[in-house]
């Protein structure tokens, strides 16, 4: 992985020029920007920057509820500038001009630095963790039943291949920031890996008889949910990610799929046929009686992901093509906010990753949840599929 | 939990031993209805099976034909200890029994079952072999969601071959989703192809 070195220059005597905020004085927004909740995007005007640095603050904030906007509509004046590899900025309160930020970072290139910029505003403005030094992990099909794993910055930048297995692999998914865990059908059966970054080395998680599939990583990264066959059904299993302390959690002929944690890892989320209608439901990673989670408009939802603050579950429906949905993790009415499939959240729980296309012309998109707006992400050769954000 | 019950430890291949083959009149062993399984299998012995009985099929060490593999109550197979991998595929042998399913179903259509009584009759003569099933799926639904359905279809016929006399040991499942369609089309009649199971013959190695 390459290292971003960051200096953060915020120096006090900087902050004299002019009338700042008051120390510990906090940036309080409480209008709801829809019923959904969210926080009502931040309209600010940005200066100073051209070309490439100048696109990628503006698209990184506002997949942080960050929105250049024309300077009278303005709340925040944002003066940056960009040399070689360093960025830098002053956040000013438009009417007053105080100083609210100040910042510079000097990273691997200009891009990168801009990244660390991008966050750091936003994370001052907003409250919410940045996504902008963020990756991903997707699968990039590069020929009849055939993919590898990709990595790349959450923008599509920077992509490279993890594996060379020349077959058909699937799910991958971070078990913290070093190591991905996915399902390859390399050896015949599919079965499901977990690789460390650093060294390539691969460890089997599950490599029952049978099939192997649908892995998903607890947050901690210690556990790993998925689906087996080996008892004569597709249904919910869970094991510590070195494959050991294997546990059946469902027991439906019909079959289960697409599992995903709860942020505190104490429950899973996940598509079931039983019953003959698919629905979510939620399970206690413990063990015990799954309950059917309402998504109520959303017929036919599978692909769940939990937000990692916890408050939604985004799916996908099929409802005359694919649609994302989000609902609240208690289950009830649920809101479409793209036409896609397979979301995945982002740190700040305000942004999503999806694909859409036809199958063996997918690409990834990101989606700003409350505004809806969506941007396409680079793709990598003919079909990019089933992202993964690392949180 | 769907716990195996123990009438239901015996084999499908034991079963039909037991009923059709040689010697069985001093087997005092009670058989059972299996939930979802075709006629052919009471727990009356003085009945005639109805449905298609085979002798054992072999290759499986001792106690040939008989597999040891526990029925669940709903009906499902458990994978089986047998390493099919090393077996030699035939994909001709059974092109013409592909089964087709209906949309987001991973039962088996009556209009399919001729395919697999016409696959269970040639099974009769070859023994040692054993079959592969492939399990697809349209489209239509999500990657990972459509594995499980492939995976499911798959189950579903080896769970008929299984209950109308070939050893579920001698039957591998393996799912391919959405990743593998027969026609590439993106509509209605591309997806009605691409919702199936295919039916690959395996050889023992080193055999013919």
């Known amino acids: 992985m390459k290292s971003i070195f960051v200096s953060i220059l915020c120096a006090a005597a900087l902050l004299t020029s002019a009338p700042a905020l008051r120390a510990g004085e906090k940036l309080v927004i409480s209008k709801p920007y ?41 709340k925040y004046l944002i003066n940056a500038g960009a040399t070689g590899a360093r960025a830098e900025a002053r956040v000013l309160e438009a009417v007053t001009k105080g100083l609210m930020h100040q910042a510079a970072f000097t990273a691997d290139s200009q ?30 099909e590069t020929g009849p039943a055939r993919g590898e794993i990709y990595i790349s910055d959450y923008d599509g930048f920077g992509a490279f291949a993890v594996t060379s297995d020349q077959t058909i692999v699937a799910s991958p998914g971070w078990a913290g920031r070093g190591t991905l865990v996915y399902a390859s059908y ?23 008889a049978g099939n192997n599939y649908s892995p998903a990583v607890s947050p901690d ?23 050991s302390g294997l546990l059946q959690l469902t027991h439906s002929r019909e079959g289960d799929a697409c599992p995903c944690w709860s ?81 995945s959240w982002a740190p700040n729980s305000r942004a999503l990753m999806f694909c859409s296309g036809p199958d063996h012309g997918k690409h990834l998109s990101l989606l700003d949840v409350p505004t809806k707006t969506v941007k396409s992400v680079a793709r990598i050769l003919e079909s990019n599929s089933q992202p993964s954000w690392a949180k | 939990m769907k ?60 106690g040939a034909g008989v597999s040891t593999i526990p029925i669940n109550t709903d009906g499902s197979i458990p994978v089986g200890s047998k390493d099919l991998s090393t077996y030699r595929e035939n994909r001709t042998e059974f092109r013409d029994q592909t089964v087709y399913f209906e949309f987001d179903k991973a039962t088996i259509p009556p209009s ?34 459509n594995r499980t359905l ?3 279809r798959a189950l579903s016929i080896r769970e008929w071959l299984a209950g109308h006399g070939m050893s579920a040991e001698m039957i591998a499942t393996i799912s391919f989703g959405e990743d593998k369609p027969a026609d590439s089309g993106h509509n209605d009649a591309a997806y009605k192809k691409n919702r199936r199971g295919e039916l690959i013959l395996l050889s023992p190695p080193g055999s013919n």
């Open chain 1, 186 to 208: 390399k050896l015949g059966n599919p079965y499901i890996f977990s690789h460390v970054l650093s060294t390539g080395n691969r460890a089997p998680v599950a490599k029952h």
């Open chain 2, 3 to 62: 716990l195996a019950r123990p009438a239901t430890l015996l084999t499908v291949g034991l079963m039909a031993l037991a009923l059709g083959g040689a010697g069985c009149n001093k087997n005092p062993q009670k058989t059972t209805n299996i939930p979802g399984f075709g006629p052919g299998i009471t727990d009356d012995k003085n009945s005639t099976p109805t449905g298609t009985v085979l002798p054992p099929t072999g290759g499986i060490g001792p």
């Open chain 1, 263 to 343: 942020p505190d890892g104490q429950s899973i989320c996940y598509a079931s046929r039983a019953g003959g209608a698919t629905a979510l439901r939620v399970i206690s990673a413990g063990g015990g009686s799954p309950r059917v989670l309402r998504t109520t408009f959303a017929p036919s939802p599978t692909e769940p992901d939990w937000s990692p603050d916890g408050k939604w579950i985004a799916f996908t429906s099929l409802t005359g093509g694919f649609k994302i949905f989000i609902v609240l993790a208690a289950g009830g009415e649920a809101h479409e906010v793209a036409q896609g499939e397979d979301p």
């Open chain 1, 111 to 140: 891009r990168a630095a801009v990244h660390a910029l991008a966050d750091s505003i936003a994370t001052k403005l907003t409250g919410l963790p940045g996504i902008a030094q963020t990756r991903m992990t997707f699968k990039v």
């Open chain 2, 150 to 152: 492939g995976d499911r």
């Open chain 2, 112 to 145: 399919e079952i001729s395919k697999l009584e016409e696959v269970v009759r040639r099974m009769k003569s070859m023994p040692t072999k054993g079959i592969k099933v492939e399990g697809h799926c349209d489209e239509r639904g999500t990657e990972e969601y």
């Open chain 1, 34 to 74: 829809d019923s959904l909740g969210f926080l009502e995007p931040i309209l600010v005007h940005i200066t100073g920057l051209t070309g490439e640095a100048d696109n990628v603050l503006k698209s990184d904030l506002i997949f942080m509820g960050v929105v250049h906007k024309p300077l009278a509509e303005a």
């Open chain 1, 221 to 243: 990264g210690r556990r790993v949910a998925m689906i087996l066959n080996k008892n004569g059904s597709p249904n919910l299993y869970v094991a510590n990610i070195d494959g």
